[in-house]
């Protein structure tokens, strides 16, 4: 079932007008749902890695045999906005860093050391006494928003056993 068909509805003015008031039942998109933190079982979950042209409503299909649940992948992962929370295709990145940094692609965004910590660059100056930062890896804008981006596609799926349980608790919360 769609997932705005178990939001409740609201009075509507569609007039604005006083006198002539004529009011329509609409859909209060504006209500949230987020996933209870606690909820965190690896048992519920299967990990699953977005490929390039991977959508929620495909791997909806995929696992419950029902698009419409795409709504199920998004709340399990707390993801509001399915166009930034969902990691862009490898041709849709270039695109964005393209058009974030236009004469900058390949710019330093900052310095990382071994661990994955962002330092200061190499030879400055941390210190009164002359001490200098030593080595460090250069983070391109480029490497940076690549790996914002990878960061969003490892996500958690609802086993299928579990997805009936989970519209259940949603429809009781709206």
Known sequence: MAYFSYFSTTAYNLTNEDKKSRYNRITNILLRVRKKLEITNAALFEKYFIQDGDRADTLAYEYYNDSTLHWVILYANYMT???????????????????????????????????????DEPGTIIAPNGVTAGSATAITNYIYEEILNDKKRTINIIRAEYVPQIIKEFKQIL
């Not at 849709?92 to 994955?116: C, M, R, T, V």
């Open 81 to 119: 906005n399915p166009y930034y929370d969902w990691p862009l295709t490898y041709l849709d990145l270039q695109k964005f860093i393209a058009k974030k940094y236009p004469s900058n692609i390949n710019g330093i965004h900052h310095w990382e050391n071994s661990d994955g910590e962002v330092v």
